[in-house]
């Protein structure tokens, strides 16, 4: 009795102490997060540039400022990503104000950050979940997923590709859909190989695809019954599906995966607000605000819709160490994909 | 001495700097500015590619077939308002500008729902009515980008044209028909020679923006995999798979368009040598009589007609359609069903709409008052004027239109961010002055063929009675090129309504503007809410076509009293 007496008082005092170390893990993660909110008061607002239409962000800044009232969100839209990056290099070289906050991919982030224009931090010590922590200046934020989506009156589920080599098949020969980026295509040669791809664009670009400028382009083509099927994108075939369009939406093995990064940027107005921003958007409240806003969510933070709809799904994607690497085979794919032909 | 030089000033501060800029982006090895070294590689790697070249190839037809649809539909309508006796010539005339009302994209998307292979209203219908095995029309081909694009520019064609055709001296034609001479002599030895001048700054201006714009060969060539100049750019800007946008390829590429262009410039000035040969409105009467058009009235008329369902109804009410359904859904009575007001609705309850209309007025306003004012400026200075420079001051004046939008705003981005005594960045104003510059060129070329055919005795009677330089342009030279400046303010007005390329590259927190709002719907897939902006946008245009025609009329039943 003595000895159980002894390993439950053990046993409690142990716990108690970790638990006062979790607490105080909590308590320190709420302070610097807390420091650092206070002193973005004090601050002008935090500009925020993204190509996402601004009632959308607005409503994500309302969500943020039921918990953080007093930093202003002031969003500026601007042309796709690479066109924010672009910005920010002309307005923080000239010195004028630019974004204190941006989402954006490897591609645009590196070359920031090679220039010093992103803010390392200890996102840990914001309480970040470190599985979101890519490298000190990127947060993993949202995801592009690839999807197979198709229009549900002129395709019967039995006839549904069930990989993503059957959607080469003859049968959707000049019905078939691509976006112009051959961003998934790019992101598949992790799971097959680049030569995989290379072969694998070759052949969908003989079968006569439509090409569209975007995914919501491609997924509204596909409701209309312009093209039956093709490799969209989870987020943008969401409007579409939600306006009670006839479009089907299908994980497939492997699931494609663009991770998009937030980052704040060393010249921007207000970088601590900006961190702020971050933290809260790490969290399952602001991954939430985002994905129900946007509809492009975070399959990396448990109980979002998009982590649970891709549930056991196998996803690949390049690491972030690999930006390079995808940035050249995207390239290379989106310029066969643009190659000129008149022969349609 | 001193305008002249002011003038000069002034257009090598909107023109020379923003070239310099692309000039020097084309040498950098990212093409942004402040990065260290220089590479002639965009150059070699640009022009030593074959796809590039095959580009150039595509693209000379598009903008060839372009310009001659527009010249040929916007001259014979410009000939047809003005000078027969065509009926209602004023509502004609509204309805061949309404279409300035619709974005060049929003005509492009109108036109791939009606004639798209697949769901095409019109191929539908046909096959449906004939029993056609196949569409008879496909949209995603160089004839229907040609096609849309003529049509998108026939407003533009008619503008410059209307007033050089309107201006004609009629006695010339009578003494050609009292001479014996037919209607085929009269139209091929009198009337085209005649209008050399504008018919030749038209094909150019044409040309050129056809070789530049983006919209329609974005919208319908991309599907089908026909790219031309324009949409590489743009991708290059856009859509580049690589972390920044490629300005330096860019950049070399633009540096073609220029070239081009200054080569068209010398082209032009050689046909304006003996500019006194076309001077056809003098000090003596004159009095436009109609031309008679007998039997091809009818003719003219269903010409007409059909030109307006093509240009307006069919596609202003198939995106009326689609502005009232969920999605982009095909034609058909289930479809019908489906129909809602929550676009429009949407639209209006859009906290951002009040301000973003405002901007776009406000910007229009000024910009195409200030282009209608230089530009008269600077044809009065090097058409009718003797100073050193005046060929340099009608160059500088025209150059604008070889460089894309998209590259202009990203110049004036460097400009304005580097000029901190300026303080426009992020504003309005930084859109006016985009629209300025890339609209000059336009106003230069209408005020031109307008000022070309006024003669110098005007004035230099004015002046001989005692008239000094401000009355001189106040009573004589401003009224007698009131059509050409209503011409250009009322066309650079619409485009600026427009206008999205510059709007958005140039967009801070708080100058939205119409075309951006309307863009955030189509960017993110709502086609639907895009056609409800659209079909505003249109709606709002028409009031502005119709105030103008009002006050028109208004104008000339003043004048006709107080003479």
């Known amino acids: 009795m003595g000895l159980l007496h002894r390993l439950a008082g053990v046993t409690l005092a142990a716990g108690l102490i970790a638990a006062a170390q979790i607490f105080s893990g909590h308590a320190a993660r709420a302070d610097a997060v807390q420091d650092l909110a206070a002193a973005a008061t004090k601050k002008g607002p935090v500009i925020w540039y993204e190509s996402s239409p601004p009632e959308q962000i607005l409503k994500i800044a309302s969500a943020f400022n039921k918990r953080y009232p007093d930093i202003k969100i ?16 002309q307005e923080s070289e000239a010195g004028a104000a630019t974004a204190s906050f941006f989402i ?30 890519t490298t000190p200046y990127a947060v993993a934020a949202t995801a592009a997923l690839g999807v197979l989506i198709w229009n549900k009156q002129r395709v019967a589920d039995a006839d549904l590709p069930k990989t993503w080599d059957e959607l080469l098949a003859e049968r959707w020969r000049g019905k078939v859909g691509q976006w112009v980026r051959a961003a998934t295509l790019g992101t598949l040669a992790k799971a097959y190989g680049e030569p995989h791809m290379r072969d694998y664009t070759r052949k969908l670009i003989a079968l006569k695809p439509m090409i569209y400028a975007s995914t919501f382009q491609l997924a509204q083509q596909v409701a209309a019954g312009e093209v039956d099927i093709g490799m969209g994108l989870y987020h943008s075939a969401q409007p579409v599906i939600a306006a009670g369009a006839p479009l089907g939406l299908r994980f497939l093995d492997p699931t494609p995966v663009n991770t998009l990064y937030g980052a704040v940027v060393a010249k921007g107005g207000n970088p601590e607000g900006a961190q702020v921003l971050l933290a809260w958007l790490s969290t399952l409240e602001g991954a939430k605000a985002y994905e129900g806003t946007i509809g492009r969510g975070n399959p990396l933070i448990k109980g979002t819709e998009t982590a649970e709809r891709v549930g056991s799904h196998k996803l690949v994607e390049y690491s972030f160490e690999d930006a390079a690497t995808i940035e050249k085979l995207d390239a290379e794919l989106t310029a066969m994909l643009m190659a000129a032909d008149k022969t349609r | 001495m001193l305008p002249v030089l002011l003038t000069g000033a002034l257009l090598a501060w909107l023109v020379l700097v923003p070239l310099a800029v692309l000039v020097v982006s084309a040498f950098k090895p990212t093409g942004l500015l402040r990065d260290p070294g220089f590479t002639l590689a965009n150059l070699t790697e640009t022009y030593g590619s074959a796809q590039f070249w095959r580009l150039v190839g595509a693209t000379l037809q598009f903008a060839v077939g372009s310009t001659a649809v527009a010249l040929v539909l916007g001259g014979t309508l410009a000939w047809l308002t003005e000078r027969t006796d065509l009926p209602a010539p004023a509502l004609v005339r509204a309805m061949v500008i309404l279409p300035m009302a619709t974005p060049p994209f929003l005509l492009a998307i109108s036109w791939i729902i009606l004639l798209s292979p697949r769901t095409g209203v019109i191929n539908a219908l046909l096959m449906s009515a004939f029993g056609l095995d196949a569409p008879p029309f496909n949209i995603y081909s160089l004839g229907g980008m040609i096609f849309v694009e003529g049509l998108s520019l026939v407003p533009s064609a008619f503008l410059i044209l209307a007033p050089a055709a309107r201006n004609l001296d009629p006695s010339l034609e009578e003494s050609a028909l009292t001479s014996g001479a037919t209607t085929t002599q009269l139209v091929f030895r009198i009337i085209l020679p005649l209008l050399t001048p504008a018919l030749a700054g038209t094909a150019i201006f044409l040309l050129i923006v056809s070789f530049v714009v983006f919209d329609v060969p974005g919208t319908i060539g991309m599907p089908s995999r026909i790219f031309v100049l324009s949409s590489q750019i743009y991708s290059l800007v856009a859509d580049s798979p690589r972390g920044i946008p490629e300005y330096g390829k860019v950049s070399a590429m633009a540096l073609m368009f220029t070239a081009a262009l200054l080569a068209l410039t010398l082209a032009y000035h050689r046909l304006m040598r003996h500019a006194g040969r076309f001077a056809t409105v003098t000090g003596k009467a004159y009095r436009p009589r109609p031309f008679r058009l007998g039997r091809l009235r009818a003719l003219a008329v269903a010409g007409v007609v059909l030109y307006f369902l093509c240009a307006v109804a069919a596609p202003l009410l198939i995106l009326l359609w689609t502005s009232l359904m969920p999605f982009q859904a095909p034609l058909s009575v289930a479809a019908a069903k489906m129909a809602t007001l929550a676009n429009h609705r949407e639209f209006f309850a859009n906290p951002f709409i009040e301000a973003a209309t405002l901007n776009s007025i406000i910007v229009a306003v000024v910009a195409s008052t200030t282009v209608a004012a230089l530009s008269l400026v600077t044809a009065w200075i090097s058409i009718k004027g003797r100073a050193p420079g005046r060929r340099a001051i009608d160059a500088l004046a025209f150059l604008p239109l070889a460089m894309p939008g998209v590259l202009i705003a990203t110049a004036l981005i460097y400009v304005y961010l580097a000029v901190k005594i300026i303080p426009i960045y992020g504003t309005i104003w930084i859109i006016a002055v985009a629209y300025l510059t890339i609209y000059l060129s336009f106003g230069s070329r209408t005020m031109n063929a307008v000022v070309v055919q006024l003669h110098p005795e005007l004035d230099e009677a004015a002046r001989m009675s005692g008239a000094g330089l401000i009355a001189t342009v106040r009573r004589i030279i401003v009224p007698l090129a009131a059509p050409g400046l209503a011409a250009v303010f009322i066309w650079v007005f619409a485009h600026c309504l427009r206008e999205l390329t510059a709007a958005l590259l140039l967009q801070g927190a708080d100058n939205a503007t119409l075309p951006t709002l309307l863009y955030s719907y189509w960017s993110g897939g709502e086609t639907n809410k895009a056609a409800a902006v659209g079909v505003w946008l249109v709606i709002g245009l028409l009031a502005v076509v119709g105030v103008w025609q009002l006050l028109a009329r208004f104008a000339a039943r003043s004048a006709a009293a107080s003479a």
């Open chain 1, 74 to 89: 002031q969003f500026v839209r601007n042309t796709g990503g690479g066109g924010i990056a672009a910005r920010i290099i």
């Open chain 1, 104 to 133: 954006g991919d490897g591609a645009q982030l590196i070359p920031l950050n090679q220039r010093k224009l992103l803010l390392s931090s200890d996102w840990r010590s914001l309480g970040v979940d470190p599985t979101l922590v």
